[in-house]
């Protein structure tokens, strides 16, 4: 959003869902009260929480040492990771309880008790000490969701090494640029991984990455296919092999509670992915927290973040936040429709899930799909479901809602970033009235707002969204780039942490997320969210999914152009274009009404599920398309790009 007119919101549907009331009585979170505790003592209120739900080799000797941009939370206090995710549970009452659950897309099925983690892990950690890695040293992790992914984690964390995983569906070209960013020592690696029933070849993936990798001196390996991989000798190393020779005890360093813990890369608007530095206690103090009052977690939960480990999700939510609860973490291999459409309700049958956690993206794939998929299975286990990674609209929420938790699941709809490490907006499931598409309010003891574009809180309507005060798990710096850590969260508005996402407030002070900034469209002077606009299409009940990008237009200055998925069965005609068009006028208003209705069967996504509207503008604006390499299917855009890329105003 440049400077100019504030952004206009103009999507009014609303209703109010309470939570149950049996679900009420059970909640870790009952009344309100921790809100007004946290808005009096902030500091007071996270060092209560500190104190009592982290174990601490060292107290520290300061809350908060706050140099703004730079913060640094309990500062003189020492503890690690892997002991407050493991140790403190193995050498208690949870020593046989399953800590985690794999599920391989073959079928496949491995349980982990907490002693059992422990002991892997511990070995893991001895691996990695004996080929070097000391404390600071970076730790390279390139595998597909295996239960190696969780340990390799915890043994970095557990010596103090610096782990930086990258998703195993990232190119070699992309690994390559995080390897050499974070001066990588070590690689852990596989020979491949699954998905829709093919190999990923990660191996040769990583073998191209390391021909411009020079820091990495060490590969290890874990066979997961049994496919033969180009093996290079003393460089590259079998994960069993080397685990089997292992001591089953590594002694947990305490670490500093600034000690880093993690650098994981976000994308950048310049291209070059940004090195987001994670520290350890504000961290694992943020996710704990959050993990246990927004997802109400239990001891006799099944947990189940469909998230994979190279994200901000995986660390937090499938990890760090429940493992530190004593929880029970499940991970799922490969895709959601393989071999079917009802994998995921499949497994939530299985295991008797309880909590589930996922993005819009799949919501809204479910959807396309139609009911009877989840109508096969039992999904009664499920009392509570999440949803992260952007903006959902209401009926993709209420899909969720009904056909998935039955009307008797409360939904948290969580704002958050890989920046911010943790929730900061999100329901508290026990006591906030939800508005479908709705993220609510912030978390207690995070001080958000809306603004204009002077900085000036906006009490109803839109603007941006900013971060007023510190907050435990922040970002500490950009790996290596101070400058562009102040640059790009802290120079748009004075001492105030800029998302990047615009938001409005209503008249109930419940926050809606309308999309990052640079989603917003300016028509004839007036800026509004692609989200509305994406939302009153889904609305119609022929349309699935849908993306929204402005283009280019000589009298407007932008024309809404609408890329539009369809229901299974329905058929993209003239007729339907016009249809769709003056429902959103309706919906909206007219200025909303796009210009062009483009009919496709998929949208351009990463792997991670976000749909790239930048390729989208690219194809709308006939320009060269941008890097595709982080694309689930290449083959989308191009078959966009020739149906659509040629077509005038």
Same mark, same amino acid.
């Given at each position: ?6 952004l ?8 109010i ?11 870790n979170?009952?009344?309100l009260?921790?809100?007004?505790e946290?808005?009096k ?18 107290k520290?000797?300061k809350v908060?040492?706050?140099n ?31 800590a ?14 907490y002693?059992?983690?422990?002991r892997e892990?511990?070995?893991?950690a ?17 595998l597909?969701?295996i239960?190696?992914?969780v340990?390799?984690?915890?043994a970095?964390a ?7 995983v ?9 690994l390559r640029?995080?390897?050499n ?6 690689l ?9 029933g093919?190999?990923v070849p ?5 073998d ?10 060490k590969v ?21 092999e080397?685990?089997?020779g292992?001591p ?8 500093d509670?600034?000690d ?14 940004k ?10 103090l ?9 997802f109400?977690?239990k ?12 994200w ?11 493992l ?9 291999e ?8 009802d ?6 049958e ?9 993005a819009?993206t ?11 998929y989840?109508?096969r ?5 499920l ?21 998935i938790?039955r009307e008797k699941?409360?939904i948290?709809?969580?704002w958050w ?26 978390f207690?003891?995070?001080?958000v ?5 002077h900085?000036h809180?906006?009490?109803v ?16 710096t950009?790996?290596?780039d101070?400058?562009r850590?102040v640059?790009?969260y ?11 996402d615009?938001?409005?407030r ?17 028509v004839?002077g007036?800026?509004?969210g692609?989200?509305?606009?994406e939302?009153?299409l889904?609305?119609?009940p022929a349309? !699935? =999914?849908a $993306? %929204?990008?402005g @283009?280019? #237009? ?7 152009? *609408? ?10 005609? !003239? =007729?339907? $274009? %016009?249809?769709? @068009?003056? #429902?959103?006028?309706?919906k909206?208003?007219?200025? *909303? ?11 351009p ?12 503008r690219d ?20 078959e966009l790009?020739?149906?659509y ?5």
């Open positions: 959003m440049t400077q100019g007119r504030a206009e919101s103009l999507w009014k549907e609303e209703q869902i309470s939570p149950p009331a049996k679900f009420k009585l059970q909640a979170i009952k009344n009260q921790v809100y007004q946290a808005a003592d902030p500091q007071g209120f996270w060092a209560r929480l500190a104190e009592e739900e982290l174990v601490w080799d060292k520290w000797d908060l040492e706050w703004p941009p730079f913060a640094k939370w309990f500062v003189g206090g020492r503890l690690n990771a892997a002991v407050n995710c493991l140790d403190r549970h193995a050498y208690s009452f949870r020593r046989n309880k399953v985690l659950i794999w599920e391989g897309e073959p079928g496949e099925t491995r349980l982990y008790t002693g059992e983690l422990l892990v511990n070995k893991a001895n691996v990695l000490r004996q080929l070097g890695v000391q404390k600071g040293d970076r730790v390279g992790i390139y597909p969701m239960p190696e992914a340990i390799a984690m915890l970095c557990r010596l103090g090494a610096v782990h930086s990258v998703f195993g569906g990232f190119s070699a070209e992309a640029d995080r390897l960013d974070a001066q990588a020592k070590v852990i690696t596989a020979d491949g991984g699954y998905r829709r093919k190999v990660l191996k040769e993936n990583a191209q990455a390391l021909e411009q990798s020079p820091s990495v001196e290890i390996v874990v066979r997961r296919t049994g496919e033969p991989v180009p093996f290079t000798p003393g460089r590259d190393l079998w994960w069993d080397l685990m089997a292992a089953a005890y590594c002694p947990a360093e305490g670490h509670a600034e880093m813990l993690f650098i994981l890369y976000t994308s950048g608007t310049t291209g070059k992915p090195g987001v530095v994670h520290t350890t206690a504000g961290y694992l943020g996710v704990h927290v959050t993990t246990k009052w927004v109400d977690i001891d006799t939960d099944v947990y189940w973040c469909t998230a994979d480990i190279g901000i999700t995986g660390h937090s939510y499938v990890i760090y936040g429940p530190s609860n004593g929880a029970t973490t499940l991970i799922y490969g895709a959601p429709d393989y071999p079917d459409r994998r995921w309700w499949q497994i939530v299985k295991y008797g899930v309880n909590i589930l956690y996922t819009p799949a919501i809204r794939s479910f959807m396309r799909w139609g009911p009877e989840p109508e299975h039992d999904l009664s286990s009392r509570l479901l999440g949803t992260v990674g952007e903006p959902i609209n209401p009926e993709a929420w209420m899909w969720f809602y009904r056909h938790g699941c409360p948290v709809d969580t970033q890989t920046e911010t490490g943790m929730h900061l907006v999100t329901p508290l499931p026990g006591i906030t009235d939800l508005k479908p598409g709705s993220v609510t309010f912030a207690p003891g995070i001080e707002d809306v603004v204009d574009e900085g809180s906006v009490p309507g839109a603007g941006y969204l900013v971060v007023k005060s510190p907050w435990p798990a922040m970002l500490r950009i790996y290596g101070p400058d850590y640059q790009q802290w120079s748009r508005f004075p001492n105030m942490y800029f998302t990047g615009s938001a409005r209503d008249a109930d002070g419940y926050i809606w997320m309308l999309g990052r900034v640079d989603d917003v469209l300016n004839s007036h800026r509004i692609t989200a509305e606009v939302s009153a889904v609305d119609h349309v !699935a =999914e $993306a %929204v990008i @283009k280019t #237009h000589e009298l407007k200055g932008q024309a809404v152009v *609408a890329f539009v998925t369809l229901k299974e069965g329905v058929e993209g005609t !003239a =007729e339907l $274009a %016009v249809e769709l @068009k003056a #429902h959103v006028a309706r909206i208003g007219a200025l *909303a009404r796009p210009d062009d209705v483009f009919f496709t069967a998929e949208l996504k990463t792997r991670s599920g976000k749909i790239m509207r930048r390729l989208l194809i709308a604006e006939g320009r060269v398309l941008g890097d595709t390499t982080t694309l689930a299917d290449p083959g989308v855009v191009q790009k020739e149906r890329g040629s077509e005038e105003d």
